[in-house]
């Protein structure tokens, strides 16, 4: 009876162990400098209805002590674990959040180390989407022919649907950042993309980025002067031959650290 009561006891400790093991087979953002990080919950790309409470999990394994873990929702903070305790180098922290409105949302988890540079994240998208509105029924045969037929060509009034932004992940200090999206199309072609920029340090205001807004670009990916310790958010659109501008992207958000 004895020898089974050391073994159960020793039963949590070996699933520390195991899931240790298992973070240090896996390549993560931040990976050299000894933080791991890993938003278990919610998975990526998931769908659910206005009004769901949403449990936000994530591991972090770490070498060296943590300065803070933080979970944000499209760059706004949401609740921030300041010195979380290690046990076996490994944190698991867990807050819930009330998805109320339509729209998308990406879900940071960030774990700083005790230096800003030593820090690593991971993401999730999520959408958020309204009820259902049920398809129209098809009209049914009708024996009339119509007296004439209408083929005025009508000029081209409407934009292009907005591009998805392609999320860029964390990155150290560096002078630029690329920044990548989707193609759409439009009948008219797509005649340029515009993208536009803010940035914000810690919890401040945001304000314009130097240069933007860049147009005239023809391509799917754009290179932007970048300046370290920022919270950056920037959305992109189309513009089809006929000049019509499209709607903006959502904002998609990334930070430059600190040397």
């Not at 162990?17 to 890993?38: K, N, R």
């Not at 979970?71 to 009330?98: A, K, M, Q, Y």
């Amino acid at each position: 009876m004895n020898r089974l009561r050391c073994v159960l006891s020793r039963i949590p400790m070996l699933i520390l162990a195991i899931l240790a093991a298992s973070l240090a087979s896996c390549t993560f953002v931040g990976e050299a400098t000894g933080i791991q990080a890993w938003l278990d919950s919610p998975l990526d790309g998931i769908e659910v209805a206005p009004g769901t409470w949403i449990s936000l999990d994530a591991h972090v394994a770490a070498e060296e002590a943590l300065n803070r873990i933080q979970f944000t929702i499209n760059g706004e903070l949401l609740v921030e674990f300041p010195d979380p305790e290690r046990v076996n180098n490994l944190v698991h922290v867990s807050e819930p959040w009330l998805a109320e409105a339509p729209g998308e949302y990406m879900i940071q988890e960030i774990a700083i180390g005790s230096s800003p540079s030593a820090a690593s994240m991971d993401h999730a998208m999520i959408r958020v989407t309204g009820l259902i509105i049920p398809l129209s029924p098809l009209p049914t045969a009708s024996a009339t022919t119509p007296s004439s037929i209408d083929i005025t060509v009508r000029p081209d009034t409407s934009g292009p649907p907005a591009p998805m932004p392609v999320y860029p992940p964390l990155s150290n200090c560096e002078g630029s950042k690329t920044l990548d999206w989707l193609p759409v199309t439009d009948p008219s072609g797509i005649a340029e993309y515009q993208v536009e920029a803010q940035r914000r340090p810690n919890e401040s205001s945001w304000t314009v980025a130097p240069g933007s807004p860049w147009t005239g670009i023809s391509e799917t990916a754009h290179s932007v002067p970048v300046e370290c310790g920022f919270h950056y958010r920037w959305r992109v659109r189309a513009v089809d031959g006929a000049g019509n501008p499209g709607d903006f992207s959502g904002w998609a958000f990334f930070d430059v650290l600190l040397p």
